[in-house]
């Protein structure tokens, strides 16, 4: 990477509001790592100390931006984020290219379906009978896909997935290594002392643009199908119970768990480490806090903390609550000793009275 900063905003479409059109860039990094000649950006309010102590040359934010190291050259973009991506993907490590073809180490069943010309299938693939793949698919070593799954177009499975019999995934899904779609879903029934295995029939449904991250884990329905709404971003080690349901769009982020039968609405956000119990449902555009238990159904358009999850404004009272409960204890106890003496001294009066 070597650009000026005036090249820089003509590529971002942005306003220098700071600093020399002409000096010269060559890298990019962190606000904290940058230095006087790279570029970084700004675009979470918590780096707002990071982002006045910065040494970089150049620093990407948002209109408004305050406190503005000196030395750097201020540049105005809508999305901070989204235009360093531009940065990063033209100059950033070059990715993987897709080259269409088929292993000969791939194993491919009876019937599978997609055009050689137009898929990559990578070594030790398993191709089940019946599978489908649309044009654009890239399909990472080892990759399992069982009988009769059905890929849309230009999806991208890493190595080591696994996609169990009958499970369709859309356009543009994307699966990190590991991630296992359509394994038997959390089914079993007590009976003469043992717990019985109930079968778990359905399937999983993938919408187009769909990511799940590493190691994650979907399971297939017992009846019927579970599905992931379309754009819905899985992070790693998430679990999706048999017969869940999600709405579009919505952020699951990594150790949350889904039981089964739950419904999340459309923009739905569940936070790290959150757990939304079965049968339960959570409104469109609701935000789960880290660590939230839901146990319950939750109204949408709210963010909820704790367990069991409550508003933020009912948490954050039992909070302001918790923090005076150690003071209320020290002044029951001083009560306490206060009646406690005055008890003494009623007995003492009335043992010298007679």
């Known amino acids: 990477m070597e650009l000026t900063v005036a090249d820089l905003v003509a590529l971002l479409h942005g306003r220098l509001v700071q600093g020399d059109s002409s000096a010269i860039l060559h890298g990019f990094d962190s606000l904290r790592e940058c230095g006087p000649n790279e570029l970084s950006f700004f675009g979470n309010e918590l780096y707002q100390k990071d982002f006045e102590a910065s040494r970089a040359g150049a620093i990407l934010v948002k209109a408004g931006a305050k406190n503005c190291p000196p030395a750097a050259a201020i540049i105005e973009v809508d999305d901070p984020v989204l235009a360093f991506d531009v940065i990063v993907r033209r100059f950033g490590a070059p990715e993987i290219k897709f080259r269409p073809g088929v292993h000969p180490t791939a194993v491919i069943g009876q019937g599978v379906q997609f055009d050689p010309a137009q898929v990559c299938i ?5 191709l089940a009978d019946g599978v489908v793949l649309g044009d654009g698919t890239w399909l990472g070593a080892y990759v399992s896909l069982g009988q009769d799954v059905t890929l849309g177009r230009n999806c991208r499975l890493y190595d080591h997935v696994s996609v169990r019999e ?70 790693n080690l998430v679990q999706v119970g048999h017969n869940v349901v999600t709405g579009k769009h919505c952020l699951i982020v990594a150790l949350s768990g889904l039981s089964g039968s739950s419904r999340l609405g459309n923009y ?16 469109d555009e609701a935000v789960l806090g880290g660590r939230s238990g839901v146990i319950s159904n939750l109204e949408g358009r709210e963010t ?8 933020m404004k009912e948490w954050s009272r039992q909070q302001v609550f918790a923090k005076k409960v150690p003071k209320l204890l020290q002044r029951v106890a001083e009560l306490e000793a206060k ?10 009066q009335s043992g010298s009275d007679t």
């Open 339 to 348: 009646i406690a003496a005055l008890e003494a001294r009623l007995v003492a």
């Open 166 to 235: 009958g499970c369709r995934l859309g356009d543009r899904v994307v699966l990190q290594a590991g991630v296992v779609i359509g394994a038997d879903g959390y089914g079993y029934q007590f009976k003469d002392g043992r717990h019985q295995p109930i079968r778990q029939a359905g399937i999983v449904i993938l919408e187009d643009d769909v990511e799940v991250g590493a190691n994650s884990t979907i399971d297939r329905a017992r009846f019927g199908s579970t599905v992931i709404g379309e754009g819905t971003k899985i992070d």
């Open 122 to 126: 990578g070594p030790y693939v398993h």
């Open 304 to 311: 909820y903390f704790g367990y069991p999850a409550k508003t």
């Open 268 to 283: 739905v956000t569940v936070a790290a480490q959150s757990g939304v119990a079965g049968h339960v449902t959570v409104g």
